[in-house]
């Protein structure tokens, strides 16, 4: 069976395309066999990035061109709705053809399917801002799973810290955090001015390693 995972938050701009990303491409590097499916309409900023990816230069060559002369194939991104994807996703799971399937979903949690899409993802990780109502919308996003889908496990990434955030604060809200929900890693992600600059569907960057080895780690997804 794929494994799904998807980061999830009511707060718009934490970071849940980025981390998508960012995993994404981690797990394609390493090899894992990948399928994405961009569910956060109508801007589909995971697909965009993969468009950004393939195009071409003035030259006729995009950095893609080298994978695939490699015989490394790209994994597939399919823009797709969360009612579609929740009709679906039970039978995609049992695809023989891929070993991650990461989605990308809306920030609301107030659209039709959602609560059986829920049930379907293996891990939930919620990126979260050091900050209140970051913290409050996530905090809303961790009980919904807990209360609606109590077999996902649970994960928070801190996004965008600043070596100035108080790492007592964060350290007090990680241990609410655990009372309040069965299963809980954290991992911090530190502001990166050039993430944006950077990002790609395909090419890892350095920095998602030590998260993705953690969620190996915790979750034991890769030993299942
Ligand atoms: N660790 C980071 N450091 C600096 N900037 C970041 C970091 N992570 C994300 N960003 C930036 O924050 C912005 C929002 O990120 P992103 O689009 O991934 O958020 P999102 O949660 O998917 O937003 P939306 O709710 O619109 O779907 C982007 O400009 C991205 O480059
Ligand atoms: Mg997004």
């Not at 960012?22 to 394609?28: F, K, N």
């Not at 066999?33 to 468009?51: E, G, K």
């Not at 061109?65 to 823009?79: E, I, K, Q, T």
């Not at 679906?88 to 399937?101: G, Q």
Request: glycine share 6%; net charge neutral.
């Amino acid at each position: 069976m794929a494994k799904v995972i998807s980061f999830s938050s009511q707060k718009g701009g934490p970071g849940k395309t980025t981390m998508t990303l960012l995993l994404a491409a981690y797990l394609y590097g390493k090899g894992h066999r990948v399928l994405v499916f961009d569910a956060d309409s109508p801007q589909h900023s995971f697909n965009m990035t993969r468009q950004q990816d393939i195009r071409k230069d003035a030259a006729g060559k995009s950095r893609v061109d080298r994978l695939l002369s490699a015989g490394h194939p790209l994994y597939p991104v399919s823009v797709t709705s969360v009612e579609e994807l929740a009709a679906s996703l039970a039978v995609l799971k049992t695809t023989k053809d891929a070993d991650f399937i990461l989605i990308d979903l809306p920030g609301t949690l107030n659209v039709p399917s959602i609560h059986s899409l829920a049930r379907l993802i293996d891990v939930a990780i919620v990126p979260m801002e050091l900050e209140m109502k970051s913290y409050m919308s996530g905090m809303e996003t961790l009980d919904f799973y807990t209360h609606f889908s109590p077999d996902t496990k649970l994960g928070v990434v801190w996004t965008k810290l600043k070596s100035a955030h108080n790492t007592k604060l964060k350290k007090q809200l990680e241990v609410l955090m655990r009372e309040r929900n069965s299963y809980v890693f954290t991992y911090a992600l530190n502001e990166t001015v050039t993430i944006g600059q950077r990002i790609s569907s395909l090419f890892p960057l350095p920095e998602i390693e030590p998260f993705a080895l953690e969620l190996f780690n915790v979750s034991g997804l890769l030993s299942q």
